[in-house]
């Protein structure tokens, strides 16, 4: 049973344009959603999170929408540049009541053409 | 400061040998994780230290594995009896929940192949 859902296994965008990465969870527990990226043979590097108690944040290129109601998260990269192609993960954590291991989705890999 | 490290970065090895996976966290941080990804899968938890102490081994796939946490520092998974499933790439995180956060910080990972 996959809690946490990223439903497209690649994304492919022009650079220069947005690029929009989704995400979408069950567990109605989680309270604090993340972005990992992560490049071949290397370990996630933490983009952007983003607490329950709001619906956007905001780090320079990238914006994070949270729709509580939907159970529905996205990444906003604009504008997208060559090196933001790597595989994104989406994680959750507080369905364990604190001793939060992080759940996470399979993964979207963004490509983006030049 | 430095990040968090772990060693080996790959480890080959046969099917029925015991393993030893070290982790290094970032200093100063209380929390630690390991996590594995297997091929074409999600990150999946396997258990979590806060200081040296492990209130969630729920993750951890069976009785073959087990993890320690000394000093509040470094950690090891061990996992005994490997088995050809059990290859994987071993991720270890930490980070600051003493401060209210919860963002981990990943290494890069040890890449066990089971032969």
């Known amino acids: 049973d996959q809690q946490v859902k990223q439903n497209s296994p690649s994304l492919s965008v022009q650079e220069g344009r947005i690029s929009i990465l989704n995400c979408d969870y069950t567990n109605s527990m989680f309270d604090y959603f993340l972005w990992y990226k992560k490049y071949p043979a290397e370990g996630p590097t933490f983009l952007i999170s983003i607490s329950s108690i709001k619906d956007k944040n905001e780090d320079g290129r990238f914006t994070v929408f949270l729709n509580k109601s939907a159970k529905h998260l996205s990444l906003h990269i604009v504008p997208s540049q060559p090196g933001d192609s790597a595989v994104y993960f989406c994680a959750a954590s507080g369905a364990r009541g604190g001793a939060d291991g992080l759940t996470f989705g399979k993964g979207t890999h963004l490509i983006i053409q030049p | 400061g430095a990040g968090v490290s772990q060693s080996p970065s790959n480890?080959?090895?046969?099917?029925?040998?015991?393993v030893e996976l070290r982790c290094d966290p970032i200093?100063?941080?209380?929390?630690?994780?390991?996590?594995?990804?297997?091929?074409?899968?999600?990150l999946?938890?396997?258990?979590y230290f806060q200081g040296n102490s492990a209130p969630d081994k729920s993750g951890l796939p069976s009785d073959r594995f087990s993890a320690e946490r000394t000093g509040g520092s470094v950690s090891t998974l061990t996992i005994q009896r490997t088995q050809q499933e059990d290859s994987a790439v071993y991720l270890c995180a930490s980070s600051d929940k003493l401060a209210g956060t919860d963002t981990q910080y990943f290494g890069p990972g040890t890449r066990l192949t089971v032969l």
């Open chain 2, 11 to 18: 480890k080959v090895t046969e099917k029925g040998k015991d």
């Open chain 2, 27 to 42: 200093s100063g941080h209380t929390a630690l994780y390991w996590y594995r990804q297997s091929l074409g899968q999600g």
């Open chain 2, 44 to 47: 999946e938890f396997l258990i």
